[in-house]
Each structure stands twice: as structure tokens, then as C-alpha cells.
């Protein structure tokens, strides 16, 4: 064995002894090496078995070089002014600090024995610099490029480009090769930007004139930018393409979807194309994997809530709801609980249209129509892969109701979402779906409602006392409590807000509830019976988080009827 491979060994050995990965992972790491001839480090994080972080201080322990945490890191623009972005992209490395007095440049780097790049960093100067190395990781580095040198491809130089034929070399970032086509570059660039500003779903809407771009950021959309419209034609003919659609087709729906590599992540599309009067409308939604699984108690729970959702994830059969409009937050809640019971001793499947978030250890199935898997053929064909755990993307009729409730009656925790507009609101769609009120009674384990609210930016929210028509909203004898407003800085692009959280009202059954719902009781009574064992509406809910300082009072009443301006 030669010395390089005996290193990259070395490196799943340090991560064997420290039982972060098995014998079997290095194995199969090892074997995926042999064929693709890459290091082992990046192949281990690629498979999933350890995370960027762990790698970086195995491999610190091992090189004994230092490792850096770029997330922490300050940039000393000097250093970055020096380095050219090309030379950081093409090598894997980010200049921190430059020191012209000492001739000294100190970079992160992914691979320290890059004896390329750091002969080419000692050439960036006159008199030959010295250089320092840091470890650092892969995608660290990427999105710390693409983070602190701006975007690597500029929107306003691609559009000069294609007015005037110049180049402006505000937009250089990739070989000469791609500038014979700046529309590819453009709609690059478009999309990198969508994924930096944390949008969620990107607009492409054209008009008799123009073409409207907006962003939904935060739950609120917001438009971006305004472009002539003899741009649209050759902007929807490439995301077309690159979204597996028919680009001859112009007057029937079409739904597509493709990932891209941005900021050093993957990041995934979905793609809807709908013909309009003024052509065709696109609306890309996105899927950062990367921004999708929280840990339960980062949900936003207070103590009795996240004890009570725990108490509900322990019994072992039975299903979960998760109810709220489109876009509330629904599957990002499903999957921390997912993520959260997950181990070698339960087998978790899911049947999802389609798959948003891959996970380790889970069998998850993307719904099909050509292959005629639908909910409810998905549901009985995985009843027969002995699973513990069954989620189903969405109930959506009587058959993949009545397959889910099958699942839940016969020894298996299930887990779904529904379109209702609360917790107790379930329990009557359900009946209306065609679920027997018998069935429903002794096999709902409970029910999530939830919506998302924005959050205020922590440095312009401004602090005044609840006027009297406000602080009645929360029931209180004393002074006006001290809530928070929206005002708007530069952090939080003068927006007021930055960032969303999820308000969650959670109704767990018990036998006195189930019983209720077996003689058809009103919602009133459910409600009633429901309050008196501990539950609390999104109403209230919204306003804890008014009260905790996190969103303002109009912020709540724009997602949840608070009854108050009646």
C-alpha cells in the first residue's frame, strides 16, 4: 500500500478509535475509494457516516496541523483582496489574515499538502510570501467563499453583459468557456441569490411588459427584481431544461425539478410551470436540506408542550397528525421527530411526494404515478416490509385515510398531515374523509397544529407598553406588559423581521377524549373537555411568543384570529 493511501486509512483508523464510525462504514468508505480514487475523509462525509466538524478534528489529530471553525472566523478583507476568487474556488481555500509587514498570509484550506496552491499563494506578491495553513472543511470553505467575496456570479454585470456584448469582470467566477452563454450564467446567479437571501419558494411572473422576479422569504413575498420581458423567453427555456420539462410545450401545465451544488451544499428545486396570459408562469420551490431538520427542543416548545409531545412519540401505535395551511412548516416538524426516534433498533418508513429531506437509516419512497404507487398502494405495500414507523406525505382522501388508520390499528406508530385549521378540526375532516368516528376513537395518539410567524430582527425590534386594547388580549390584572414592534435596519434589510417560528397548539387524546369523539360530540365539547387537560390554542401560543419578545402582536394576528380588532 502506497504512503497516500496509508494516510487516508490512517484518518478512518483516528475516526475508528474514536467510535465515531463502524468497521463496516470504513469498509464500505474504503471500497468507494478504490473506485472513485478520491481522499477518504470527503468520502465519509459524502456517505453520511460522520459530519464535516468531525472529520476536520480527525484530521487535525492526525496531520497535527491546526484546524479553524469558519463559522466563528473574522476575515480580514486585506487577505481576501489579495487572493483572487478563482484561485480560492479552483484550490479549496480561504485567505483569513494578511500581514504586509511580516510578508505573511494565513489561509484555511481543505487538503494542507496542496503544494500547488501554496506555491501560487507565495507568488501573490513581489517578495515571496509566507504561508500559513488551517484546516478546514470542504463545504465550510465553499460557503465561506462564497459568503465573504460575494456571490460568485454578479446580476447586474451578467445583465450588462447581455445589453451591451461587455464582459464586466464584476461577474467572473467561471471558466471563459460559459461566458458564451450569460442567460445560463444569469439564471446561476438568480438562483444562487434566492438560496443566499434563505428564500423558500423563487416567482417568475411575467407581465404585458416586464418580468416580475419575486422571493418568498419568510413567508411573505417580496419582489426582487423587474427585467425586460424579451429576457423571459430564453430564462424559461433553460429552467425548463435543466428541470426535465417539455420546452415545446407552452400551454399545459408542467412540473419538474433538478438540484444544484450552491454555497457547497446541494440544494434541491421543484419546479411548476403554469401558462398564463402574458406566457408562462414558473415558481421554483426550495428545498435546502441543509436549513430542514430541527432537534425537538429547538422547535420552539415550551416545557409542558415538549413533555407532552415526547409522551405522545413514546406510545408505540396509534397516528400523529400534523395539521396547518401549505407552507406552515408541517414536514420540517415531521421530520425532527423522525430524526429524533431514529435508530438501528425501529425500522422508519415513508412514503412522500415527493422525498424532501434524505435520511440516514430511513426507507423513504417518493409517490408515483406512472409506477401507480399512490398513499394508499404506497401504505400496503410497506405494511408488508415489517416496519415500526410509517409516515405518509399527506391523508388526502378516503382510501389513504382508511389505509393509514389500517396501519395504525395493527400495532404500527403512523404519522401523516392533514389540511385543517386547528388541532380539534381533525377529528370532523377525518368523519367528513369517510373515517368511521369508531375508528377514529382509542387510534389518534394526537394532533400538531402549527403555523410559522416571523421572527423580529433582535436588533431593531423596538420595546413599548401594550396599549389597553392590546393588553386585554392577555388576560392580565397588572401594569401593560412590555411588548416589541417591528422597525427595520440593514441586518434584517430594513424588513423588521428576520428569520420565522413556529407557534404549535397540541391536543393529545386520552380515553375521556376518544370517547367523546365515539358518540360524536361537538367540537365545543372537545374543545371544552380538551382545555381542562392542558391544552392551549395557537392563539395563545402566538401570544407567549409576543410576550417572550420573539415576534410582535400584528406578526400573530396576520397567521392566527386573535378576535381583538372585531
Known amino acids: 500500500m502506497n504512503t497516500l493511501a496509508t494516510q487516508h486509512r490512517a484518518v478512518g483508523q483516528i475516526l475508528l478509535a474514536q467510535g465515531v464510525i463502524s468497521e463496516d462504514q470504513l469498509h464500505i468508505a474504503l471500497m468507494e475509494q478504490a473506485k472513485l480514487n478520491q481522499p477518504i475523509g470527503r468520502l465519509l462525509v459524502n456517505l453520511g ?48 489574515d494578511y500581514h504586509a509587514d511580516l510578508h505573511r498570509l494565513t489561509v484555511a ?48 454585470g451578467i445583465l450588462h453583459e447581455i445589453e451591451t456584448g461587455e464582459i464586466d469582470h464584476r461577474s467572473l467566477g467561471a471558466t471563459l468557456d460559459e461566458y458564451s452563454q450569460p442567460v445560463v450564467r444569469l439564471v446561476d446567479a438568480l438562483l444562487t441569490d434566492a438560496v443566499k437571501r434563505g428564500a423558500s419558494d423563487l416567482h417568475f411572473e411575467p407581465e404585458a411588459c416586464f418580468l416580475r422576479i419575486r422571493y ?33 410545450e407552452t400551454r399545459a401545465p408542467q412540473d419538474g425539478h433538478f438540484s444544484a451544488n ?38 420552539g416548545l415550551d416545557e409542558a408542550q415538549l413533555d407532552m409531545l415526547r409522551r405522545m412519540i413514546t406510545r408505540p401505535e396509534g397516528i400523529i397528525l400534523v395539521t396547518g395551511p401549505t407552507g406552515s412548516g408541517k414536514t420540517t416538524t415531521l421530520y425532527s421527530i ?18 424532501e429531506y434524505p435520511m440516514n437509516m430511513i426507507r423513504q419512497t417518493s409517490v408515483a404515478e406512472a409506477a401507480k404507487l399512490d398513499f394508499a398502494n404506497g401504505i400496503l405495500s410497506m405494511m408488508r416490509q415489517d416496519p415500526d414507523v410509517i409516515l405518509v406525505g399527506e391523508i388526502r382522501d378516503a382510501d389513504t385515510a382508511a389505509m393509514a388508520f389500517r396501519a395504525a390499528m395493527t400495532g404500527h406508530q403512523v404519522y401523516s398531515t392533514l389540511h385543517t385549521n386547528s388541532a380539534i378540526g381533525a377529528v370532523p375532516r377525518l368523519m367528513d374523509i369517510g373515517i368511521l368516528a369508531e375508528i377514529l376513537a382509542g387510534n389518534i395518539i394526537g394532533v400538531i397544529a402549527q403555523r410559522l410567524v416571523r421572527r423580529l430582527c433582535p436588533l431593531c425590534r423596538q420595546q413599548y407598553p401594550a396599549p389597553p386594547h392590546e393588553q386585554r388580549l392577555f388576560c392580565r390584572e397588572q401594569a401593560a406588559p412590555m411588548l416589541y414592534r417591528a ?55 402566538g401570544l407567549r411568543r409576543v410576550l417572550d419578545g420573539a415576534t410582535s402582536l400584528d406578526e400573530v394576528a396576520r397567521v392566527v384570529d386573535l378576535g381583538w380588532r372585531r
Not at 86 to 91: E, G
Not at 125 to 154: C, F, K
Not at 338 to 355: A, C, F, K, R, Y
Request: with cysteine; aromatic share 4%.
Open 49 to 96: 457516516f460522520v459530519s464535516e466538524a468531525t472529520l476536520r478534528e480527525a484530521l487535525s489529530e492526525k496531520l497535527g496541523k491546526k484546524s479553524i471553525d469558519l463559522a466563528r472566523a473574522i476575515i480580514d478583507p486585506a487577505a481576501l483582496r489579495l487572493v483572487p476568487l478563482q484561485l480560492a474556488k479552483r484550490h479549496r481555500l480561504l485567505p483569513l
Open 109 to 156: 484550506i481543505a487538503d494542507v499538502d496542496d503544494v500547488i496552491a501554496i506555491d501560487l499563494l507565495r507568488k501573490l506578491t513581489p517578495n515571496e510570501l509566507e504561508v500559513e495553513t488551517l484546516l478546514a472543511g470542504e463545504s465550510e470553505i465553499a460557503s465561506a467563499i462564497d459568503q465573504h467575496y460575494g456571490h460568485v456570479l454578479s446580476i447586474d
Open 216 to 248: 418568498r422569504i419568510d413567508g411573505i413575498l417580496r419582489q426582487i427584481r423587474a427585467l425586460h420581458k424579451s429576457y423571459w423567453p430564453a430564462m424559461a427555456v433553460r429552467l425548463k431544461v435543466i428541470s426535465g420539462m417539455n420546452i415545446a
Open 262 to 299: 450552491i454555497s457547497g451544499r446541494p440544494v434541491d428545486f421543484r419546479v411548476a410551470a403554469q401558462p398564463t396570459i402574458h406566457g408562462e408562469n414558473l415558481v421554483l420551490r426550495i428545498l435546502d436540506r441543509h436549513r430542514g431538520i430541527l432537534p425537538l427542543d429547538r422547535l
Open 338 to 355: 423522525l430524526s429524533h426516534i431514529n435508530s438501528e433498533g425501529i425500522n422508519v418508513m415513508t412514503l412522500e411526494d415527493p422525498v
Open 487 to 541: 422597525t427595520g435596519c440593514e441586518s434584517c434589510d430594513f424588513q423588521g423581521y428576520r428569520g420565522r417560528i413556529a407557534i404549535m397548539e397540541l391536543l393529545r387524546m386520552d380515553e375521556d377524549l376518544d370517547e367523546l369523539v365515539a358518540r360524536h360530540a361537538t367540537s365545543r365539547e372537545i374543545r371544552n373537555a380538551a382545555l381542562s387537560k392542558g391544552y392551549r390554542p395557537l392563539a395563545e401560543d
